[in-house]
Structures are given as structure tokens and as C-alpha cells.
């Protein structure tokens, strides 16, 4: 089972660092929902290997990281802004391809966590 924490609401230009217990997949992914619109990928990390993928709207303010000695994904987003506030998920998923790679699309992953809200205001 997949528990986000360290959503909150938090002041335009301000930092939020979100955590996930990691599952032990291949890929582990953040996406989010903003009201009214469609689940979308942020960041998604292969496990293994330590490798990065990031939406184009999330480079440069977002980094995705593993912490493996407290299992945990986490999501750093700096600089926020009100278009950033949505309910954030965190997913894992098995690696796509060869060589294998992780989707940034939410319907390549298969098990999810309950999502933390982010509001920027």
C-alpha cells in the first residue's frame, strides 16, 4: 500500500517536499489532479538504477528522489505557484521496454496511493 504525506497549503514562491513508502516496483511516479481536469504525470524514477524522467511542465522545479534507507519516494517542488495545486498521487509501476524505462502515463500504473492536497495560495 502506497501513503503519501507533506501536502499542505503553502504561499506562492514557497517549497513543499512530499514523501511515498516506496513499494519496491520497478517505477515510482507522481502525478496529479487538479479539479475538473485529468490525472497527470510529474516525475517518475526507475528504482534500480536511480533514473529520472520528468513532464516538460515539471523540469527545473520539481525533483524526484529515492531514499532507500527509509524506503521512501519523494517529491521536492520548489518556487510553487497557484496552477500547481492539485491532489498529488504517488504510483508504482513495472518498467516499460527495452532498454527499460518508466511512463510518465497514468494508465501504466497499477497500484496507487490515497493522494495529499497541494494548495498554493
Known amino acids: 500500500q502506497l501513503v503519501e504525506s507533506g501536502g499542505g497549503s503553502v504561499q506562492p514562491g514557497g517549497s513543499l517536499r512530499l514523501s511515498c513508502v516506496v513499494s519496491g516496483a520497478n517505477c515510482m511516479g507522481w502525478f496529479r489532479q487538479a479539479p475538473g481536469e485529468e490525472r497527470v504525470g510529474v516525475a517518475a524514477?526507475?528504482?534500480?538504477?536511480?533514473?529520472?524522467y520528468y513532464a516538460e511542465s515539471a523540469k527545473g522545479r520539481f525533483t524526484i528522489s529515492q531514499m532507500n534507507a527509509v524506503k521512501a519516494l519523494q517529491l521536492q517542488i520548489n518556487d510553487l505557484r497557484p496552477d500547481d495545486s492539485a491532489v498529488y498521487y504517488c504510483?508504482?509501476?513495472?518498467?516499460?521496454?527495452?532498454?527499460?524505462?518508466?511512463?510518465?502515463?497514468?494508465?501504466?500504473?497499477?497500484?496507487w496511493g490515497q493522494g495529499t492536497q497541494v494548495t498554493v495560495s
Open positions: 524514477i526507475y528504482t534500480s538504477s536511480k533514473t529520472t
Open positions: 504510483a508504482a509501476a513495472g518498467a516499460l521496454g527495452w532498454p527499460p524505462n518508466c511512463s510518465l502515463m497514468p494508465n501504466d500504473y497499477s497500484w
